[in-house]
């Protein structure tokens, strides 16, 4: 087992570093493409060994960590000082003292520090099969135009060995500099061609991600100070007496580092640069760590305050991301929003803690990532080859760009609709929370629940309805031939989807729910042959794969299917001067943005000083 | 066995529903109105139509909606989750939506934007009166709440009235037939179907009749003789709002909603929760 | 003649289309949709629709900038369809006739099947046009009508798909 896992965290750093040092076409494509089988393999037989398991490491690591620590907050700290941003520095500097404070209250501890369990495991296979994905794309979109292709995909490789390493550490102090490297992987991405814009926006990104560091910080501290410990698996040991205000810190850091409001801006920003960033950034790495967070925390702090506090944030984030998305017009922007309001789902069912909550919060994880990954590499596709970036400019995508809208439409459906892992996730979370209304008072989380979903579906169904959008007939579909590399990750996608989605009772019960049951104990899910149950309840396989079929026939079955029906103007009032039709901008929503957020900073706050218990 | 038959049989019995609401309109406003099977009438007329479209994606939405209101309707009716029948009436909006908004004229995509308000209109308050009925019932199972001893309509008569007030959204009847409209959008979504296309959507509409009634009728629990006494009630009550309001703006439908309807559901809810 | 066709005249559906008449006309319209006379019994439904609707009912001299309009309304509606000129004005302009700006009548733009004379003509006079409409709309087939120089009209109506 520690073989494998060091393979998995070591063999991206090495690929990245030989990528940036070769500089050559060939070496970068190869290794890129070398990473997806090798990652995944990796990945699977990680996860048929038995587990969980502690894994010790050698003396010299933590010293090495710790001087790696000091790096990087001196490497932001003189950021700050070149980009004259005094608020990095300030930031940086703070981090630092208390990271000095830290080190010098740590006592020893016997506890490994690396903890290698379910979650983990997941990562694992997520990180390999939606992420390399993501860094093959790279290679071939970073040839339309753009400067300093090898970099940029050693980065993107990087990133994955990063996110590798910061699911299986178990030392809260090692997450902090994990957590840290994220955000300057991050930074660099963000920042990475360089213009005001980019570099406005990693500043950004950079000084709200060194406030979760900040948290993190202090919540070490707080650990430390009262309970002695500073591992996940100790904080696990005894749950009851773990003080609450470092808890609150960590979700703190978890909800910036999830970019939930009113902390989204930096998950926004992060569009200016390259789209396979915004694509790793979103779907297999970074802001997944939010919810893995508040997955390793969720025994602790299920049924307190805070998870409750959580529970109304993030709710709140789910349905106002989605609500303010509609009054976005640019492709990437809306993709980012439904991140952050579907980051805001995953991490309340993470908050409810109870089994089936853990499982469709895991569900969502999983089903997000690849419907994430899958829309931004569309996206890039638009971008570099129909050099389509705003929604009015996606009118008669059908014709232009048949495949690549089939493939966005796909995208979306997954987002939202019957059957799909999203879809499975909130009907778990609603059947779920009906559970304890017997108890006590969940009602606004159905209402949140409900009305959120409706949001995103109107948003997918406005998107789609425009780049339909044709006066006459649909016949001179332009199948443009596109780069074989785009063509493999989108059908690599496409396949993984589809295929999750017709086994997903089996997927479901007997992939995910086990890995929930390490967190939370078993779930009352099973599958018989491929109908999925719950408590009562029952998915038939029909209905699966009826959805699928309708679902499957609305957004396929547009380009095969040929009336012999005679064709006519579409009304007009009979006049003959063309009339348009753009979509609704809701500007009525934008308007109120400003109060969406005020009310979001509130109750950020009261996550932290009443859930936290620092009042 | 009724339920099977009332799947197969959907377009059948809507389509007599949909003439007796004809007939009820007409008497309400004194007048004769059209014969009971009128609708069946309509629909052979217009088999008989020479078919033209727009284009084939749009004519074919058509039938897609048409084939996912009922799957929808299947699911409700065969399956035993009330929760996944309602998010499987999302589909048919897809359907309805895409293939709307696929035209270039004006009316037909302002009606697919208005029919996406009235989703979150109604949506919302959908899922909470199926957790109203899993509260009550104690299962989310149809079979469980047709066969529950109490009356659930007794127990969550606010969620019943508001359902009662949603009842207009989602079978596009006044004062909130905003995104059919037919004096203003003259239809809506269903303006550029033609011929046996129309038919498509003509008869979809039918299917949703029943898909809205049958939740009426859960809520007399195992009394089946209260359950189609609430239904007979709703379809007058409806009738009668249709014939004697005006059309309304869609912000106020909104409005409407989701500051009166689903707080009113939310607190009989609540209340629900705590009494037990 | 089909199975269907027997069904036809139990549902004939209207589109009611005023090309700048005095409106007198289109008050006789609806008070014939009104409770008093209720063509609705008839199966008879305003639809102010060309796609859906069976029988076009014209009222008002066609003016010229009306000339277009309903050549295309004409030309959205599916066959078999019918088109009844309703009024004085619709018949050869009326009082408008040989005015510079109207067309004298509908014929010279659409064939008409059925005239319903008056000014304005009486409800019975149109419920007795819609009967014998609708006897003629019945022997119609589901061929495809054309209009004088069909091929240049469309080309003269047709929306410019956008680039």
Redesign the interface.
Known sequence: MGALVTLNIVLPWIAALIIYLAKKDVVTNVLTFLMLPLLSIIAYLAYIQPHPVLIETPKWVDLLITVYDFGLLAYFFYQGIVRKNSLIAILASIQLIFLVIVLLMMNHSLTPNLYIDDVTLMFYLIVAIVGVPIAIFATKYMDYGEKGKHSFVAIVVWFLGVMNFAVSVNNIEWFFALFETTTLASYIMIGFRGDKEAVNNSNLALWMNQIGGIAILLALMVFIKINGVYHFTDLLKNPSLISMAALGFLSLSALVKGAQMPFHKWLLGAMVAPTPVSAILHSATMVKIAPYLILRISPIIKGTLLAKLLIITTGYVFVVAAVIALSQDNFKKILAYSTISLLGLMMLGAAVGTPVAVTASLVLIIFHAFAKGFLFVEAGVLEKVFHVKYINQMRRLIERAPLTLMFIFFGFLNMTFVPFGTFIGKWMMIEEVSNFLQHGSYILLIIYVGAGSAFLSILYMKVLGISVRKAHGIEKINFVKLPATFNFVSVWYYVWLLSMTIFIAPFIADFVVPIAASIAGQADIYATGLTLHMYDSTLYFWQILGALILIFLIHALPYFVKFKADVVHPYNCGEVFPRHMETWNFECIARYEGYFVAFSIALFIMVVVLGGGLL | MINVILTVLAPLIGGVVYGIE?VVK?RM???????LL?P???F??????????????H???GI?YF??EW?AL??LLL???L??AV??H??A???L??G???????????G??RE??H??SY??????MV?AL??VVG???IR?VLNYEGYPILEIPLVFFAFLLTIPMMLQKSPFDVAEA??EI??GPE?????P??EALYTGKWIEYIYVFTFVFLFGGSHYWLGILLVVLAFLFINLLDNSSARLDF?TMVKFAWSVL?PMA?LN??LL??W? | MGFFSKFRKKSPWILHYNTGGCNGCDIEILSALAPRYDIERFGMLNRGNPKQADILLVTGPVTKNCKDVLRRLYLEMAEPKVVVAMGACAHGGGIFRNFYHVENGVNNIIPVDVWIPGCAPRVEALIDGMVEAVEIWEKKSKEKEFLKDHENVIKTLGVEDDG
């Open positions: 004809r007409a406003q004194k007048r004769v109105g059209p014969p009128q069946f009438y309509d052979f007329k217009l088999m008989d139509k020479r078919p033209i479209m727009i284009h084939s994606l004519a074919l939405m897609m084939i996912a799957f299947a699911v399956g035993n989750d929760l996944i998010f499987f999302v589909i909006v897809l359907a939506v895409i709307a908004s696929s035209v270039r004229s004006p009316y037909s995509v302002l697919a934007l996406l308000m989703m979150i949506e919302p308050l959908m899922v909470l957790v899993y509260l299962s989310f199972d469980d037919h004096q003259i239809g303006i550029e179907y033609s011929g296309f129309y912000r689903i939310a809810v609540i929760a705590l037990q």
